[in-house]
């Protein structure tokens, strides 16, 4: 990857093959001229916090839309005044863009400003190694995919033109127990005289990698995406039971009881080889459903293998929006002809045009 490559298609690459590089870490200027933080710096600061690390080019698409000279002579000028780290590999030859996060610095300055992801105490991981970094920018670069596709059409940095607000695993972390009584809407009402059989599901925080909240007229909505770069489906079994507690009735002791529709989970893998397994595993595992008084399984609502959709990095790069959902009834309820035999369904969740219908 050279910097003569276009902004966009870097953002896209970002967080690709670092695991085989040395770090080299970004030296600072010895006398850097003072900076005078602007609104758009506190956002992008912000949602390092929230993310973790973003690449030079993702930085620029979000803040500078394609004027990338004058992001990186800003993005420089806070890193030469402390608020932002920069590393990338050490290429044999050429080089490779630079990587940033926030500093301790940046963050108490954002703690000033009231604009911290969330209350909790930050100091910047130690990073042993690059590869650590790649979830967080290979995330990021799907995020910024999706929103690059449903903004507005414009000029200006996406930070004011994609329709959808961006939480990263700090500001949408979900709690399992608040005292808050939320405001609920229609669909966070259960109709009187409904069951709920939790099964194996269970309650728990979950820390979505990223949430993307967004809005047509006055109805709200939000997807949360978890993506497993781990290529090992079993160790997504705790997750998916907390998950599936979460969309049986969890969400509706949430902020998101307010939306006109439940929330939405996306797992996303980075290959396409597991995600056959993850979905077989996920049939496996979900087991929660709620109904009338004297429903059975097969008469009642199956909320997480509803709401659950499952993808793969590659395919969404490549334009396929075409899902799959697990069974819509667990194994032992299905028909006996059918079975045992998982068999996903293909379900189109087209996830720049979703949000894109917010779009005035």
């Not at 690459?13 to 030296?27: E, N």
């Not at 010895?30 to 930085?59: C, E, F, K, W």
């Not at 932002?84 to 863009?97: Q, V, W």
Request: charged share 25%; proline share 7%.
């Amino acid at each position: 990857m050279t910097a003569t490559l276009a902004v966009d298609e870097r953002m896209l690459r970002a967080g690709v093959g670092l695991s085989a590089g040395t770090i080299q870490w970004g030296r600072r200027s010895d006398s850097p001229a003072p900076v005078g933080l602007t609104i758009r710096d506190l956002r992008l600061m912000a949602l390092l916090h929230d993310t973790n690390y973003l690449s030079a080019s993702q930085l620029t698409l979000l803040g500078w839309g394609n004027a990338e000279r004058a992001a990186q002579e800003r993005l420089k000028r806070l890193h030469d005044t402390g608020y932002l780290d920069r590393f990338r590999p050490l290429a044999a030859r050429g080089t490779r863009e630079w990587n940033y996060r926030l500093t301790q610095t940046g963050w108490e300055a954002l703690t000033a400003h009231d604009m911290a992801a969330d209350a909790r105490r930050y100091t910047p991981a130690e990073i042993t190694s690059i590869s650590y970094t790649e979830h967080d920018l290979q995330l990021a670069a799907i995020v910024l995919l999706i929103a690059r596709a449903a903004a507005a059409t414009g000029t200006a940095g996406l930070l004011h033109r994609m329709p959808f607000q961006w939480q990263g695993h700090r500001s949408g972390r979900i709690e399992p127990d608040t005292p808050e009584q939320p405001e609920r809407s229609a669909a966070g009402s259960l109709p009187q005289g409904t069951r709920l059989h939790p099964g194996r599901s269970r309650p728990g925080y979950l820390e979505p990698d990223a949430t993307l909240a967004g809005s047509v007229g006055d109805e709200r909505f939000a997807v949360l995406i978890e993506y497993d770069r781990t290529d090992r489906p079993h160790k997504q079994i705790d997750r998916l039971r907390r998950y599936e507690h979460f969309l049986l009735d969890g969400w509706r002791h949430t902020r998101f009881a307010a939306h006109s529709t439940p929330p939405s989970v996306l797992f996303l893998t980075a290959r396409e080889q597991p995600l056959a397994r993850l979905i077989q595993t996920a049939d496996e595992t979900f087991t929660a459903w709620h109904g009338a008084q004297h429903a059975t399984a097969r008469e009642g609502t199956h909320p997480a293998r509803q709401r659950t959709v499952f993808t793969s990095r590659q395919r969404i790069l490549e334009g396929d929006w075409t899902m799959q959902r697990t069974p819509s009834l667990p194994p032992d309820a299905r028909d006996p002809a059918s079975g045992s035999t998982c068999v996903p369904r293909p379900i189109e969740y087209d996830l720049p045009t979703l949000f894109a219908r917010g779009v005035a």
